[in-house]
Each structure stands twice: as structure tokens, then as C-alpha cells.
């Protein structure tokens, strides 16, 4: 029960690991994203992702701007021009 | 013939440039592995944001209510060139051979009865270029005090033609950069940019996009993406020119090297030769010096 998350920006690929839930702040509203969301792809505003390694762990928070996502069957991946 | 000592100071000014085209070389090479490193660094991101984009432009068609950055402004009168040239030397035909593809373009859209504007990045670009169309470099753009080009520069120059190009300044342009092929061999190309060339439909994949939910529409993701791929192409190719300049400069550093050695043993050569001839005529006088008593 696990959902493969990769954040990756212009210069590398930040992130890529299997995390419980991200909740991320899309320009039409927040959205978590758990294992078997259904494909989605949004713009993101500028903002903090809220990562959930586990249940009801506290949640880290990574603020991206310039931010797309997309859900398909590989998982979350984040879309960033900068991070931090 | 020159003397002895002269020949000498040759030989050791030679030695000397020598030593700096080999610390260049080893730098350059250096350089190049970093600069691979950050080419290969940016592959994931560009490859996602094309596939993103591919995937979006299969459901849409271009009509005239499409963003201007994908639409285009209608007309093709002004083309903006934008050269991406480095700031230093040493490497060669590198810059000349970006400068000689851009020159002919301009030569040929001119040719057609178009206007060209010049948008040169770093230094090296401009002395050749405003020679040639003193009346026609839009502006220059800066990178002599960064040391690596990074997606802050690709950044700042595409808002830059962005602006401009939403001032109605130029219709359409094209990025000139030396793509890297290897060590030894790099590609001068030229890259239409604005406006953006539609993304190649992924056909393979929509089966499965088939259910994709967007939000907001389609149409509004792509006009928020297109100025970043736009960004990610700069910055794309601003790695790839540091790329290219690394390999360039290792390639010519070497010749150089090797030059100033082949230099060397033949500046040798000669100075032997003269030392021998010097001793033997000194011989020659003191052996008729006394056969003469």
C-alpha cells in the first residue's frame, strides 16, 4: 500500500520513493493523491506538498513553484522549476 | 641561421605554452565530465514535460483561440535569431562554426525578404556579429559572471523572449547551439522555438489516457506549460553548448599539444645541428691552424 512519488525539477530528479500519501495544493484546489488514484494531471500554484511517509505520520512539507502533476499508473510525479 | 642562444629561448618559450594548452586540455576535461553530468541530470524532467506535452497536444487542435506561443502571431516577417555562444576561448571552431550556421541563415531569410534580429548569449558571439549586422542585435544577453549556465539563465532569457514576443517584435525564432555528440564532434544546430513546434502526438499511450481527468482544461494546462518548455528547451540546450565548449576546447587543447611537441623536437633538431657545426668548424680552423706550422 504504497504510492511511488517523484518530485523532479529542470536540474535533477529530487525525490523518487514510495510514500503512504502527497497531498498537493492544485491551482483549482488541494488534492491528496493515495496508491490507485485515477489518471489526473493538474497545474499546480505555488506552494507546499505535503508528503505522508506513513499513516497518520506528520507530514514533511517541500514548497515548489512553477509546479504540474500528473497521476498515472507509475504513480505521482511532480513537476517543479524550483524546489525549496 | 639563428644562434645558438636564440633557438634555445625558442625551445623553452614553446615548452612553456606547452604546459599551459596541456593544463587546459586536463581542465576542459574535467569541465566535460561535469558538464555531462548536468546534461544527463536534466533528462528526466524534459523527457516527462515533452510526454506531458505530447500527450496534450494530441487532443487539441491548433486554432486561432490557441495560445500565441503555439499558435504563432499569423504573420512570418521578423525572424529573432538567438545565439548561444561562451564566454571563453579556446576552444576552437566551436563559436564560429554556432556563428557560420547562424550567418547563413540570416543570409538566407534576408534573401527572402525577411527581417533578422540578433539575440546573442554570452561573449564570444558578439564581435563577429556586430560586424556583420551592426544594425540588428536585439539585445545581448549576459553570462560572463555565472560561471555554469543553469535554468536561473534559461529562465531569465525565456521571459525575455516572451516579452518581446508579446510586444509583437519578432514572429518567429530560432535558437542556434552546438549540440554534443561526442568529445570530438559537435553539431551546430538550429532550432525553431517560438513558435513552440507541436509536440509529436504519443500515440502509444492513448489508450491509457483515454480516462486522464484534467484540471483546469486541457487548453488552459498547455498554455500554462508552454512557456515552460519553452524554458526547459533553453536551458536544454544551454547544457548541451557547455557540453559542446568542454569538448571543443579538450579536443583543441590537445592539438595544440601536440603541435608545440612536434615544434619542439624539430626547434631541437636544428639547435643540435647548429651546435654541431659550430664544433666542427672550430675544429676545422684549429686542425688548419696547425697543419700550418
Same mark, same amino acid.
Given at each position: 500500500m504504497a504510492l511511488h512519488f517523484e518530485l523532479v525539477t529542470p536540474a535533477k530528479l529530487v525525490r523518487s520513493e514510495d510514500v503512504h500519501m502527497v497531498v498537493v495544493p492544485g491551482t483549482e484546489g488541494e488534492f491528496g493523491v493515495l496508491e490507485g488514484h485515477a489518471p489526473f494531471m493538474s497545474t499546480i500554484a505555488d506552494g507546499a506538498l505535503k508528503v505522508y511517509r506513513t499513516e497518520g505520520a506528520a507530514p514533511e512539507e517541500i514548497r515548489i513553484t512553477g509546479g504540474f502533476a500528473e497521476v498515472g499508473d507509475k504513480g505521482l510525479t511532480v513537476l517543479a522549476e524550483h524546489v525549496g | 641561421m639563428a644562434s645558438l642562444k636564440e633557438l634555445k629561448g625558442r625551445i623553452n618559450s614553446v615548452k612553456s605554452t606547452q604546459k599551459i594548452t596541456k593544463a587546459k586540455q586536463m581542465v576542459a576535461a574535467a569541465k566535460l565530465r561535469k558538464a555531462q553530468a548536468a546534461a544527463e541530470s536534466a533528462r528526466p524532467y524534459a523527457a516527462r514535460l515533452a510526454e506531458v506535452m505530447g500527450s496534450l497536444a494530441s487532443k487539441i487542435t491548433v486554432s486561432e483561440n490557441s495560445p500565441k506561443l503555439l499558435a504563432g502571431t499569423g504573420s512570418d516577417k521578423v525572424h529573432l535569431l538567438v545565439v548561444a555562444n561562451s564566454d571563453k576561448g579556446l576552444c576552437g571552431a566551436f563559436n564560429s562554426n554556432i556563428v557560420k550556421a547562424?550567418?547563413?541563415?540570416?543570409?538566407?531569410?534576408?534573401?527572402?525578404?525577411?527581417?533578422?534580429?540578433?539575440?546573442?548569449?554570452?561573449?564570444?558571439?558578439?564581435?563577429?556579429?556586430?560586424?556583420?549586422?551592426?544594425?540588428?542585435?536585439? !539585445?545581448?544577453?549576459? *553570462?560572463?559572471?555565472?560561471?555554469?549556465?543553469?535554468?536561473?539563465?534559461?529562465?531569465?532569457?525565456?521571459?525575455?523572449?516572451?516579452?518581446?514576443?508579446?510586444?509583437?517584435?519578432?514572429?518567429?525564432? !530560432?535558437?542556434?547551439y552546438s549540440k554534443f555528440r561526442s568529445a570530438l564532434l559537435q553539431e551546430p544546430t538550429d532550432q525553431q522555438i517560438i513558435p513552440v513546434p507541436a509536440p509529436k502526438a504519443v500515440a502509444a499511450t492513448a489508450g491509457a489516457d483515454a480516462v486522464t481527468e484534467y484540471e483546469p482544461e486541457e487548453e488552459e494546462i498547455l498554455a500554462a506549460l508552454l512557456p515552460r518548455y519553452l524554458r526547459? $528547451?533553453?536551458?536544454?540546450?544551454?547544457?548541451?553548448?557547455?557540453?559542446?565548449? $568542454?569538448?571543443?576546447?579538450? *579536443?583543441?587543447?590537445?592539438?595544440? *599539444?601536440?603541435?608545440?611537441?612536434?615544434?619542439?623536437?624539430?626547434? *631541437?633538431?636544428?639547435?643540435?645541428?647548429s651546435r654541431q657545426a659550430a664544433i666542427t668548424t672550430e675544429l676545422v680552423e684549429i686542425i688548419a691552424g696547425a697543419e700550418a706550422l
Amino acid at each position: 500500500m504504497a504510492l511511488h512519488f517523484e518530485l523532479v525539477t529542470p536540474a535533477k530528479l529530487v525525490r523518487s520513493e514510495d510514500v503512504h500519501m502527497v497531498v498537493v495544493p492544485g491551482t483549482e484546489g488541494e488534492f491528496g493523491v493515495l496508491e490507485g488514484h485515477a489518471p489526473f494531471m493538474s497545474t499546480i500554484a505555488d506552494g507546499a506538498l505535503k508528503v505522508y511517509r506513513t499513516e497518520g505520520a506528520a507530514p514533511e512539507e517541500i514548497r515548489i513553484t512553477g509546479g504540474f502533476a500528473e497521476v498515472g499508473d507509475k504513480g505521482l510525479t511532480v513537476l517543479a522549476e524550483h524546489v525549496g | 641561421m639563428a644562434s645558438l642562444k636564440e633557438l634555445k629561448g625558442r625551445i623553452n618559450s614553446v615548452k612553456s605554452t606547452q604546459k599551459i594548452t596541456k593544463a587546459k586540455q586536463m581542465v576542459a576535461a574535467a569541465k566535460l565530465r561535469k558538464a555531462q553530468a548536468a546534461a544527463e541530470s536534466a533528462r528526466p524532467y524534459a523527457a516527462r514535460l515533452a510526454e506531458v506535452m505530447g500527450s496534450l497536444a494530441s487532443k487539441i487542435t491548433v486554432s486561432e483561440n490557441s495560445p500565441k506561443l503555439l499558435a504563432g502571431t499569423g504573420s512570418d516577417k521578423v525572424h529573432l535569431l538567438v545565439v548561444a555562444n561562451s564566454d571563453k576561448g579556446l576552444c576552437g571552431a566551436f563559436n564560429s562554426n554556432i556563428v557560420k550556421a547562424a550567418r547563413v541563415k540570416a543570409k538566407e531569410l534576408e534573401a527572402q525578404g525577411k527581417t533578422v534580429l540578433f539575440y546573442l548569449v554570452g561573449r564570444k558571439g558578439r564581435a563577429p556579429l556586430r560586424r556583420e549586422f551592426p544594425k540588428q542585435i536585439a !539585445h545581448m544577453f549576459d *553570462t560572463t559572471d555565472v560561471r555554469d549556465p543553469g535554468f536561473d539563465e534559461a529562465e531569465r532569457i525565456a521571459n525575455e523572449l516572451v516579452a518581446l514576443y508579446e510586444d509583437g517584435k519578432f514572429d518567429v525564432a !530560432h535558437l542556434f547551439y552546438s549540440k554534443f555528440r561526442s568529445a570530438l564532434l559537435q553539431e551546430p544546430t538550429d532550432q525553431q522555438i517560438i513558435p513552440v513546434p507541436a509536440p509529436k502526438a504519443v500515440a502509444a499511450t492513448a489508450g491509457a489516457d483515454a480516462v486522464t481527468e484534467y484540471e483546469p482544461e486541457e487548453e488552459e494546462i498547455l498554455a500554462a506549460l508552454l512557456p515552460r518548455y519553452l524554458r526547459t $528547451q533553453l536551458f536544454g540546450a544551454l547544457l548541451e553548448n557547455a557540453a559542446s565548449e $568542454q569538448g571543443a576546447s579538450m *579536443t583543441a587543447m590537445d592539438n595544440a *599539444t601536440r603541435n608545440a611537441g612536434d615544434l619542439i623536437k624539430k626547434l *631541437t633538431i636544428q639547435y643540435n645541428r647548429s651546435r654541431q657545426a659550430a664544433i666542427t668548424t672550430e675544429l676545422v680552423e684549429i686542425i688548419a691552424g696547425a697543419e700550418a706550422l
